[in-house]
DNA sequence: AACAATACCTGCAAGTGTGTATGTTAGTTT
DNA sequence: AAACTAACATACACACTTGCAGGTATTGTT
């Protein structure tokens, strides 16, 4: 027990560490999304955290710990937020079709763009790679447990693991097409398009828990 | 005229200078493909295509007009090559389905990597934001030329647009996603997935010209 | 043949990014 | 309270990138 009061502060190591870590994700995530893969680099993360160099580089060794710990944290949280709106999927008169929006809400907000810049750096970083390899099933797996919860053993059919993929294809490509073209007004349009033909597309048994 | 031939290569400036401009562009989407963008240095490029660094600069003053320059050659290039096609869609018995294939057949190749490197990190490079502006309503416009072309007048209805977006962006999240999820194995078959779904949606009442 | 213009080369300056080595402070253990 | 460990800070070395200045060679012009 930290039974001990040395100093003033009345932190656990623990407590301090944890700190430390989250605010330099934090500022991680925003780098990503505001400068980039190459953009963020471990000074630049520091100095917003408002951290020296030497204490994130105590916590991650490497700018790939850095930031393949940092998407993986945006994504634990967003799935956090994923399952917690889980009984209200179960209740709703059109689960697929909340489903499917809930995946839009997601893809909202900093995680898409941070995770994208990391995984494109990742398409030609060695060492990134091999992290992101790491990271990525833990992710699947995440995705697949929430159909599990929700559709039942359906969820583990070849048929529902392709229909998840396809519309998870599909809100990925929208949201890069916006990039590309800055026309975000009609934006919320497409999706609703999108969803209208996923919708349609989803397996007919398809039936929730 | 190129009338005296004081030199012993006896090629003309313009020559020279269309060969120079054609190998750095080519080593700049090489690079862009294996590299990244941040990889893609002017260092290497140069390096790469067998010249100096000076000449390099002297062709294209700084890395953004460089990058951008090789991504509008290969999107040139390869709308060259769909209009190419253009006569067998028209016959085809199954023009829709056929453009779209044809439409991921483009995709295919270095120019998709290449490009969506361009585009990230455009994302969060004022400079190469400005240029990549400058050439995103080139591309857009030949694509809908090609639509014109091939579908007549319908091709400038606002539903046809949103279609052909819709289509694009389709392939985008599929060739996006196959970074994520190493396995191309099912790619072509998430692919036909896909397509059917498109070929579905279809505007009923579009026909060839 | 002489002059101009463009293509191309060499070398450099300034700035930046990453990782590491080494010192200091705060917390933990006995 | 002393010894120990983890957290955090400072400073530096090495490599690397970009853009530019100033020179040489090739082509075009008169």
Redesign the interface.
């Known amino acids: 027990m930290p039974a001990t009061r040395t100093s003033k502060t009345g932190r656990t190591q623990e407590e301090r560490s944890a700190a430390m870590r989250a605010r330099l994700l934090d500022a991680t995530i925003d780098c990503l999304v ?6 963020t680099t471990t000074t630049r993360v520091a100095e917003r955290a408002g951290v020296t160099r030497g204490a994130q580089v105590h916590h991650f060794p490497t700018k790939a710990d850095l930031v393949t710990a940092a998407v993986r944290d945006v994504a634990a949280r967003r799935a956090r937020l994923a399952f917690a709106r889980m009984d209200e999927l179960a209740a709703s008169t059109d689960p697929i079709g909340d489903t499917l929006d809930l995946l839009w809400e997601i893809h909202q907000g900093p995680i898409f ?1 941070a995770s ?2 990391l ?7 060695p060492a990134l790679r091999a992290l992101v ?1 790491e990271v ?1 099933p833990e992710i ?1 797996e995440v995705i697949v447990e929430f159909g599990r919860r929700l559709f039942g053993p359906q969820a583990d059919t070849s048929a529902f693991r ?1 229909y998840a ?2 519309a ?7 949201l ?2 916006s ?4 026309d975000d007004s ?1 934006l919320d349009a ?1 999706w609703q ?2 969803r209208a ?1 996923l919708r349609q ?1 989803a397996p007919a048994e398809l039936t929730v828990r």
């Open positions: 505001e400068h980039g893969y190459s953009g763009a994208t810049e995984l494109l750096a990742a398409r030609t970083d390899a990525e699947s392709h993929y396809t998870m294809d599909t809100v990925r490509g929208l890069v097409g990039w590309a073209y800055p009609h497409r398009r999108a033909c597309l």
